[in-house]
């Protein structure tokens, strides 16, 4: 997977978001994201950070991982929009998805665990 940008994932965000909101389908904000006319994303990324955000909204398990900024952007993002506990069920599908990884003997994602820790410290555990 190349490096997604900044304007790619932030992209995915808005497309993710409108998926969840039942505003628009996941086929179309995938075939938008990586159409050459819309974001130009390669397909399977667009699909890949599509899901992760779907997930992080219902604390779901996403299997392929996202860049650190894109997740961090995600979280921040969630957080803004829909507070605390949103966050907490945003952190529910990255502590799957770091579970889900670590045992799949490819080693651990160490600044994706950062990361949660972060927020974790910062943002859910302080009130």
Not at 61 to 73: C, E, M, P, Q, S
Not at 82 to 99: Q, T
């Amino acid at each position: 997977m190349s490096n997604i940008t900044e304007k790619e994932y932030s992209a995915c965000y808005e497309h993710g978001k409108l998926v969840f909101e039942g505003k628009e389908s996941e086929i179309e904000a995938v075939r938008f994201l990586s159409n050459p006319t819309g974001v130009g994303m390669n397909k399977n990324s667009a699909k890949y950070y599509v899901t992760a955000y779907l997930k992080m909204r219902c604390g779901g398990l996403y299997k392929k991982t996202i860049n650190n900024d894109a997740t961090g952007y995600y979280l921040t993002r969630i957080y803004a929009e829909n507070g605390k506990d949103g966050l907490r069920i945003a952190l529910i599908a990255l502590k799957r998805h770091l579970d889900f990884y670590s045992k799949q003997g490819k080693g651990d994602l160490v600044l994706l665990q950062n990361i949660y820790d972060c927020f974790i410290e910062e943002i859910v555990n302080k009130e």
